[in-house]
């Protein structure tokens, strides 16, 4: 074990929430739900959840009532828990963030990185980066809105080779943010290509006080342990690597405070974590059950690789129709 490695884990402060250790869950729309979010905790080494992103623009409508309500699913055991607000109006996005606090929400993330069409057609994710003025008024709209900390997630920026994360994550700081997270892709690369970490570099060098946390091709401890060593950034966040491998974030924890790699889980722990996925989904979702299962058969899939006949149980998950059906898929492997 390198002998300064477990610094690499030391806590970090947003607002008054502690992060330890300072391991954290990517905002992913369609999986980032409550049961994943419980599962990430349960596993270990995850300190802060954050859940799907909501749009302050639907926020605004009695239409989206109930869609809405459905998505609010936070639960005090999870804290401290992000909740991911998109949108470009400085107004609705300070009365989205009154009403996800009013539920429970311990911090509320803005979301400058998301990239798909639906999203930065009207302005918001992603596409705010292309217009700094107004990305800095969301935050401090944000920020005055709510007694809770302020969170901002962004990509280097939105074309590719044009970097606004920098001036942007100290403007942020100075309207009152009070931690930034980096995708190190630009809007326009989606999930392609290489994520430059020296953007993230860059952000740490230039903010004051605020924890900066890396984000992009980390899929394992040891890529966790490079972009700490490499960026100085002050946290690893993970997204789709966590999919169908909630382990990860123990897994990571566990190498850097030991110098030692944890065991896989046995195909026995993933199919059976892949159950409890399903159990916990059904038993809390607010959804009807079939649009819950609709849901649940793309994430659950995620836990099959390398599992025996895995082809067969895709098939069988792909066409569930009740837990029972999972269970019967999963029998053979559990």
């Known amino acids: 074990m390198i002998a300064d490695q477990p610094t690499l884990l030391t806590p970090i402060t947003i607002g008054n929430w502690t992060i330890d250790p300072p391991l954290t869950l990517a905002p992913m729309a369609g999986q980032t739900n409550h049961p994943f979010r419980v599962l990430c905790r349960e596993m270990g080494g995850c300190g802060l959840v954050c859940t799907e992103l909501f749009s302050s623009h639907a926020m605004q409508f009695k239409g989206n009532h109930h869609r809405t309500m459905a998505m609010i699913d936070w ?20 009365e989205a963030a009154k009403i996800v ?10 979301n400058m990185g998301c990239w798909v069409p639906k999203v930065t057609k009207g302005g918001g994710g992603a596409a705010l980066l292309k217009d700094l003025c107004t990305a800095v008024e969301v935050v401090h709209a944000v920020v005055n809105a709510v ?9 280097a920026g939105f074309e590719n080779g044009v970097i606004t994360a920098v001036q942007f994550a100290k403007r942020a700081e100075e309207v009152g943010a009070k931690a930034i997270a980096v995708h190190a892709r630009f809007a326009e690369q989606g999930f392609t290509g290489k994520a430059d970490w020296d953007i993230i570099r860059q952000v740490k060098a230039v903010v004051k006080s605020i924890p900066v946390i890396g984000n992009g091709d980390v899929t394992n401890a040891d890529d966790a342990i490079r972009m700490f060593e490499q960026t100085g950034c002050d946290g690893v966040m993970i997204g789709r690597a966590a999919l169908g491998n909630p382990w ?15 065991p896989t889980p046995t195909i026995q722990e993933r199919a059976q974590t892949c159950l409890r996925h399903a159990q916990l989904t059904l038993q809390t979702t607010k959804l009807r059950e079939r649009s819950a299962l609709l849901e649940l058969r793309g994430q659950l899939i995620k836990y099959l690789s390398n599992m025996p006949d895995s082809t067969t149980i895709r098939h069988q998950i792909v066409h569930c129709e009740s837990l029972q059906d999972i269970e019967n898929a999963l029998a053979p492997v559990l």
């Open 248 to 262: 990860i974030f123990r897994q990571i924890e566990h190498q850097i405070r030991t110098g030692t790699p944890l």
């Open 147 to 155: 007694q809770v900390p302020v969170t901002v997630k962004v990509r």
């Open 101 to 110: 606090v009013d539920y429970g929400a311990n911090l509320v993330d803005i």
């Open 75 to 94: 639960t005090p055991e999870e804290a401290p828990c992000a909740v991911q607000l998109f949108g470009a109006n400085p107004q609705h996005m300070a």
